[in-house]
T-cell receptor, first 113, second 115 residues
Framework: QKEVEQNSGPLSVPEGAIASLNCTYS??????FFWYRQYSGKSPELIMS????GDKEDGRFTAQLNKASQYVSLLIRDSQPSDSATYLC?????????????FGKGTRLHILP | DAGVTQSPTHLIKTRGQQVTLRCSPKSGHDTVSWYQQALGQGPQFIFQYYEEEERQRGNFPDRFSGHQFPNYSSELNVNALLLGDSALYLCASSSTRQGAYQPQHFGDGTRLSIL
């Protein structure tokens, strides 16, 4: 059974600080990784995708992937109150038409003004 | 450029009834996936449609069925509704033609409440 694990939180971070969100996955064959942000009552919104080991930066967001340790993380720099949301980690085993995406349960992030 | 659209937004049904939810994918996308999201949980994969066929299915009973039309839009049908079917139902679209796995884009969802 392929699994994606996230700390449910809530993770409280002061405004302006760095928020660090972590995700581990069980299938060593996983190759595609995504971070989604979901505001309460809304649908998930894609914010980052990463496919190879290392860091990928997009504005205030940095995704980090370590396939050997089977974890992927999301860093949010200069955290803003508008970043308060649930962050979902999603993993696909192989970039193949028969694979489905598996979501973690999400980490609730609360930015303290 | 229209994103993923779902209808209806909210729906209230009673146990035993049947429901049909609809989804139009983002322009240029050919693949539609359906998810069930209970309160406080991550989305759970129901099934995925491509070329009008179900090509992948999650751990959901046969009461959950679907369809994809030639214009790539899709329907999710749930029969014999149970209280536990109350959830947010999300549709996500992606492109298989573009090759290696493309990220999915979600619609706003349908909130289904079973009384």
């Amino acid at each position: 059974q392929k699994e994606v694990e996230q700390n449910s939180g809530p993770l409280s971070v002061p405004e302006g600080a760095i928020a660090s969100l972590n995700c581990t996955y069980s299938d060593r064959g996983s190759q595609s990784f995504f971070w989604y942000r979901q505001y309460s009552g809304k649908s998930p919104e894609l914010i980052m995708s990463i496919y190879s080991n290392g860091d990928k930066e997009d504005g205030r967001f940095t995704a980090q992937l370590n396939k050997a340790s089977q974890y992927v993380s999301l860093l949010i720099r200069d955290s803003q109150p508008s970043d308060s949301a649930t962050y979902l980690c999603a993993v696909v085993s192989r970039p193949h038409k028969d694979d489905k995406i598996i979501f973690g349960k999400g980490t609730r992030l609360h930015i303290l003004p | 450029d229209a994103g993923v659209t779902q209808s209806p937004t909210h729906l209230i049904k009673t146990r035993g009834q049947q429901v049909t939810l609809r989804c139009s994918p983002k322009s240029g996308h050919d693949t539609v996936s359906w998810y069930q999201q209970a309160l406080g949980q991550g989305p759970q994969f129901i099934f995925q449609y491509y070329e009008e066929e179900e090509r992948q299915r999650g751990n959901f009973p046969d009461r959950f069925s679907g369809h994809q039309f030639p214009n790539y839009s899709s329907e999710l049908n749930v029969n014999a509704l149970l209280l536990g079917d109350s959830a947010l139902y999300l549709c996500a679209s992606s492109s298989t033609r573009q090759g290696a796995y493309q990220p999915q884009h979600f619609g706003d969802g349908t909130r289904l409440s079973i009384l």
